[in-house]
Structure formats: structure tokens, C-alpha cells
């Protein structure tokens, strides 16, 4: 009989410990198990209205062309992008979707003997992109939850982590899951006092959905701080999730470094002709924006009704305290038909996190949480 190989002990160090990202239950998945119909999800930040008209029609030339490689550089895209947020086109990385770009900042510069620094609550890729390519992870305590930004980012406890060895420091802004945010007046203080030799990523994967005076559009400090990484996605307001794009924009010195270990061909043709296209939906970006205030403000609005503890967001999503155990609240939603998603993994084991919907989505999800809460 063969001798059977324990392949996980061959595995790099960090790859055996690895928990992976676990993504919202899709909707064949949950109808098919539970045999219902009619599912709502809400558990993924995605744009309920969809992607743009734009991106739809831009869909189908690379039709005609998959017996074709796409433009591995992404030129038609990147100098859309360039154009559009005043860069030049070597400031530029394309990723199959931010995560993407993500992995590539962790593969550049982090590794055995080297730390990245991010907040508590912060989104899960950050821990999984460092400790696979063996780098160790300084996890700074968030703000109190009677904070004006509850379980947000505070970036003095960022500070005083950094070491010799720290080489990133992963920034969300607004962060995920909480929906908290740092104006700007704050980040950059937090920049002029972190080493140029530190990278500072600030993933901003829900910029377009912000609307606060003080939040920062870091992309125009690019020229005054070398060792700045923006990262932005077509996942969320665009409505591209399903294509998978996404960039960061950075010193053409740190794109040169991201580019060199970036797979070739990593955004297909679909992809590149969508995401070049939605950028001139000007009208779909400002209906995404409007349906996703009021359904912020519907959600507050119920949370108060019902004394739901909530901490406020400008994402579009929003984290519920059900105060119980939110893993069972989440099971109980589901045999309802809707999803959600519980953060237990973010260490808020007693909220939902709740994708902003349209106003009859929120509503259905609302009424449905209502029910299960006083069913409990």
C-alpha cells in the first residue's frame, strides 16, 4: 500500500498555518441546499444596480477575439485610468481585482524577517497575503467602540509598532468591515512620521462611495511621498466583480518593482474593455452614490427604530450589533432567504456585516432581521 504524503508539511511555513478567505455563500449555493427561491444577497459589498450599460456593450467585441491573448500591459485601460486621475501611465499597476495588487505589495517587499503593520478590524486579505510569503504580522488595536469612529483605525497605535523589520503598512480607508474612515488631516500626519522606508498602502477600494469634506483623495500626495501605495477596484461602485479588476497607483519606481512580478495576461480582454468603458458612465456613478445614501440612511434609520447598535459607515455596507451570538442570526437569515455576512472573523463575533441593497432590498432585509431578532 502507497505511503501516504503529508503534502502540508512541505508547504512553506506560512501556507500551513493559512486560514483562507472565506467570501460571501452564493445564492446557487444556498437555494440549492436549502431548495428555496427568491434569495437576496447582501454580503459582498456588490453595487445592486449593476454594472453600467457602458460596460455591458464594451463586452462584446473580445467576444469575437478569445482565441486571442489580452494586451498583457493593459494600455487602452491604463491610459484611461491615467488620464482620468492625473497619473502617467508608469504609476500604474493592473490586478485581477485589488486583492490582486495586494498580494503583489506583500510578495515585493515582505518576507521571512520583515513585519506589515494593519489595525484590528482590518480586511482579512491583509493577514493572508503576509503570513503566506512568511512575513510576521503587527496587529495594532483599533479604536474603542465609544469612539467617534468605533473599531476604526488608530493610527498613533499603527506608530508604535514600527520596527527595523516593518516594510508595509496596510491602510483601509474607509475600512472594511467597519465603514469607518480617517480625514485627511490625520493620514497625513500618520505619513509624514512613518520611515521612507516603509511602504504605506491605502486600499480605497470604496473611495467613490465617499462624500465627507475631510476624506482624502490620497492619489494627489503621490508626488510628495514615494513610499505611497493607493489601491482602488472596479468590484464595488462599478459593478465589475465578476470580471475581477483592479490597480494601484504609486511611484513609477514601486510599479516598476510590482509590475516585474505581475503574471502576464492577469486581467482578461472582457475585463480590460469593461472596466475601460464604465469609466465614462458618469450618470451610473451618480445613481450608484444616491441609492447607496439613502440606503445608508434607511439603515440608520431602522437600526434607531429597533435599538440596534450599528457603527456608522460611508461604505456601502454597514455592520449591525445584533448582541448575540451573530453566526446564529446570520443561520437564521439564511433559512429566510437572505444573505449576509457575519464578521467573527474580524473579531466583532456579535455583528452583521449588511451589503446596502436598494431601498426594497433593505427593506426585505430589515423586516427579515426584525423577525428573527424578536423570534430570539
Known sequence: MMEITDFSALAMQGIQGLHPYQPGKPIEELERELGITDTLKLASNENPLGASSNALRALQDPLQAL??????????????????????????????????VLDLVARCFLGKGRNAIFSEHAFAVYPIVTQAVGAAAKVASANSQDHAMPYGHDLEAMLTLIDAQTRVIFI????NPTGTWLPADALERFMLRVPNTVVVVVDEAYFEYVTEEEYPDTLQWLEH???LIVTRTFSKIYGLAGLRVGYAASSPAIANLLNRIR????????????????????EQLKMSILVNHAGLHQWE?????????????????????????????YEALLRKGVIVRPVANYNLPHHLRITIGTEEQ????????QQVLQRD
Open 67 to 100: 482565441h486571442l491573448y489580452p494586451d498583457g500591459s493593459g494600455f487602452i485601460l491604463k491610459n484611461k485610468l491615467a488620464e482620468r486621475l492625473s497619473l502617467q501611465q508608469d504609476q500604474v499597476t493592473l490586478g485581477n481585482g485589488s486583492n490582486d
Open 172 to 175: 483601509a480607508n474607509p475600512n
Open 225 to 227: 511621498y514615494d513610499n
Open 263 to 282: 503574471q502576464p495576461f492577469n486581467i482578461n480582454s472582457m475585463a480590460l474593455a469593461a472596466a475601460t468603458a464604465a469609466l465614462d458612465d458618469e
Open 301 to 329: 434609520h431602522a437600526c434607531q427604530q429597533n435599538n440596534w447598535s450599528f457603527i456608522p459607515s460611508v461604505g456601502n455596507f454597514i455592520c449591525v450589533d445584533v448582541a448575540r451570538d451573530a453566526g446564529a442570526v
Open 362 to 369: 433593505n427593506r426585505r432585509c430589515i423586516d427579515t432581521l
